[in-house]
Structure formats: structure tokens, C-alpha cells
């Protein structure tokens, strides 16, 4: 009977499109048992462990935020680096013990690593019951009736259509004011050392009526931010031919079961042209309500267009802060790495996006240390790019070599551990610095700020995040998180702003 408090406390009004239980009985047959999901990698993972919540709920499935407590745990992994499928791997260890305390308990591998490895993982893996791709989300709970009874169950079909626009995701962990919305999935891309091409599968765009939906109806439950979600969100692409079609499929399937949430008014379409494209479809999410953010990753530089500036530029409530990954400042290691960019076009976009945005846009980047035969030199190339633009932010790692992709089909993995490492850490070393000083910039200035709740360190204190994706720390005072507030930035590190609330 505890269970339906739970339940209620994880989504207190949601409003899925597919049907859910109404009646006491059926609350109670919701209760029965119980999903805990925890997720690795990318936001995309994020994104689609919500979408992997809403089909188990409609299956009878609560979820639980205590992996003692379910009845099935998935992880939801990802194969992006070697050191992301061991964290996973280790993870399965714990889970041995659980399931020797529980034996009835199943164990599914979801995402990215779980279609890398496929039926391997069943080999490799005693404890895993479920093997399921990021395409086969759908089929879960037919899976998990399958290892009911005693059969390992797999799915890893990749498909070439799906992208689970119709299914509202529920929020798990959720501050109630900043959501993911994924926009496509997939990728066809093929830099050299990526895995995801291979885990993903083909790249394709979800519908934006839908999309425009999600938003509104986030908005609609005190949502404040969304961020689009795509690998390459600047090839994003819906022509009207397709959209007339299945818009009309999607209005029908949901009309009833979403009556809440109404179709745009506005067409997604381009003046002339029958393509949706990503400027438009920001413009589109931009306009549902001036006090819904719209921020969205990841870009790449050989496709972000002016369009997509501009666009920024227009709307206030677009955030001024674009991820642009570099991943080497060298020419001739950016084409082994097949980004088909090499470094002038890129300080090209980066100097547009000053031109048109202003010094103030925040920009980040991903860089990769140590790729196949960088020297010294080109290292370098990457710490004088980063010179160049002063990026608030990075992320960034040492090359990891991952089976079966272009790079470790063609190249040598030569650069040895040490040499990775430490050209990882002068780079880490310099963006710090970078970091800094580009916080620097903000004191003095008073920054708008969506509150997302009370900051780590204190209860006495709130934070939330800036136009340029800054954490910002001040006194909590009477405000509440979902409040756009006016902070007055007195002091900042490498990581945070704070300051106090100047005017309400
Ligand atoms: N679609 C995004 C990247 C997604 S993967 C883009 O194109 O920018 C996130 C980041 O992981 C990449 O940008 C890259 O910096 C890093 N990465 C991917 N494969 C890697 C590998 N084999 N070794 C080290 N880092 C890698
Ligand atoms: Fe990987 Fe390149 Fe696709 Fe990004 S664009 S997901 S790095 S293949
Ligand atoms: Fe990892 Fe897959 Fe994302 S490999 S980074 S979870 S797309």
C-alpha cells in the first residue's frame, strides 16, 4: 500500500499520452511492481530512460528510486569510451550480490554498450536477463515478460523510423523546472573514433508538432526550460510530405488521450519550402511562451547556419550559448578524425557566432587528447584553438579506441597512456583558465537566472543557471525554484557565479 504515494510523488500530474490507469484498481496494479533505471552517457540516455519509464508505467510498472527495492533494475549504459562500459561493468558486480539476496530479481542492459555488445553481454554477463538497443524501447515490456520465464530476452534492432514521438516521457529526478526534449536520433556522421554511428543507428528527425507538444505541455506543468536534444541537432530536417501523414496518425492516435495539449497553430514551415528546419523548429519551440528557455546540443560546426544565429539573436528566451565540440585544433588530425571541418572553417563559425551573437555568447566544446598519430605540434594546434576562443566550458578526454569504428579499423592507437594523459591535463589546465577568466566577464553584472533549487552546499542558498548555461549561487531570500530572478554577480570561481538578487 506504500506503493502508490510513490507513485504519486515521482509525477504528481502527469499527462501521458498513452493511457493511464485510472480507476483504484488499477493504481494498485501500477503498485505491484516496481522499476529502478539508472542511466549513463550522454543527455540522450537521460532523455530515453524517461521514454523507457513512460512504456513500463503503461505495463504496470512503478518506479522506485531504491535499486533494493524493484522488481527489475535496468541500466542504461553507454559504450562512448572504454571507461564508460567498465563503470558498468562494475556496477553488474554489485548487482550479483543483490540478485543472490533476490533471486526472482531481473537484471536489463539497455542503451548504448547493450547494442554494442549485443548477445555477447549475455555471455560475458551471468547476471543480465534483458538485452535491449535504443530502438527497441517499445518492446520492453514484452522482453521482460519473456525473462519472466526464465528466458534471456533480447532486442538490438536498429530502426530507420523511430523516434518515440508519441510517447510522453516521465521525469525521473526531476527539479520540475528544466527538462530534455529529444529532437532526432541517431547519426550519420562518421568521425572516425565514434561509436555512436554504430549503437544509434541512422540519423532521423521526430515530427515537431510533436515536439512543439512535449514543450507546451511542459510548459503547461511549470516547466521553464527545455533543451533540444540531437547528436547533430543542425541537420535536423522534417519535410511536410512526411509531416502531413503522420501528423495526421499522431493527432488521431492522441486526440483523446492528450485532450489538454492542442496542435500549434503555426505551420513548421519554411517560407517557399516544405522543410522544417532546425532554425524553424527553435523558432517554433521559442514561441510557445516568452518565459520558456530554449537551449539545445549538440551543434556541429560544419552545419550550424546563420539561419540558426540569427534565430538566437531574435528570441530572448533562446539561451545565448551554443556547445560547438572542436575536438582538435589541427587540420590534419580533424580530417583523420573525418569531422570535415578543418580549423579555419571552424574559427569561421566561431567568429559568426561572436559577429552575430556578440562576445557575451557562451560557447563550449568537446576536445579529444592523444588521437591517432597527433605529435606534439598538432597538440599544440589544440591549445592555441583554445586560446582563440576562450571557451567557458569543455569537456574533454583522452582517446579511447572503440572496436569497429573507422579509426581503429584504419589508424594505430600510438599514442601511448602517459603522452594522452598528460597533453589531457594541459588542456584541462588551460580551460581552467579560460573558465576564469570568462567568469570573470560576468562580475560587476546582473545576470537573469531560472532558479532550480537550493544550492549543494547550503540550504540558505539558491541556484539556477544563467543565459549562457553559468551556475549562479545566491542568498535564497524568499524566492522559489521555477523564478526567473535578477542577480548581481559579486564574485565567481572556475565553476560557479554568485551574487545576490537585485530587483525582483
Ligand atoms: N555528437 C556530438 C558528440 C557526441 S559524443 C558531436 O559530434 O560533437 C561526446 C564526445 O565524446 C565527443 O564530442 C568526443 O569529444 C568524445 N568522444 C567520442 N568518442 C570518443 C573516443 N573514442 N575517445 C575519446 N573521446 C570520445
Ligand atoms: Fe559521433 Fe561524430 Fe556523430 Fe557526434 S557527429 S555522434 S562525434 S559520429
Ligand atoms: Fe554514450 Fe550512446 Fe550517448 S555511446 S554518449 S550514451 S549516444
Known sequence: MTLIPE?????????????LPRTLEDELAVGKKRLYIESYGCQMNFADSEIVAAVMRNAGYATTSSAAD?????????????????KVRHRLKHLTGLKRQKPELLVGMLGCMAERLKTKLLEEEKVVDIVAGPDAYRDIPKLVEEAESGQKAVNVFLSREETYADISPIRLNSNGVTAFVSIMRGCDNMCSFCVVPFTRGRERSRDPFSIVREAQDLFDRGYREVTLLGQNVDSYKWSSEVLGARSEELGEEHASATPHSSLPERRPLAPNTNITTFALLLEMVAQIHPDLRVRFSTSHPKDITDDVLHTMARYANICNYIHLPAQSGNSRVLKLMNRTYDRPWY??????IREILGEDCGISTDMISGFCTETEEEHQDSLSLM????????????YSERP???????????????????????????????SAERNQRHIGQVQRVLVEGTSKRSDDFLCGRNDQNKMVVFPKGNHQKGQYVNVLVTECTSATLRGEVVNE
Open 70 to 86: 524493484a522488481d527489475v533494475i535496468f541500466l542504461n549504459t553507454c559504450a562512448i569510451r572504454d571507461n564508460a562500459e567498465q
Open 387 to 398: 586560446d582563440y576562443v576562450h571557451y567557458d566550458y569543455a569537456y574533454m578526454f583522452a
Open 7 to 19: 507513485l504519486t510523488i515521482l509525477q504528481p500530474d502527469d499527462k501521458e499520452h498513452i493511457d
Open 404 to 434: 569497429g569504428t573507422l579509426a581503429a579499423k584504419k589508424y594505430a592507437d600510438d599514442i601511448p597512456e602517459d603522452v594522452k594523459k598528460r597533453r589531457l591535463n594541459e588542456i584541462i589546465a588551460r580551460q581552467l583558465s579560460h
Open 347 to 352: 574559427i569561421g563559425k566561431i567568429d559568426r
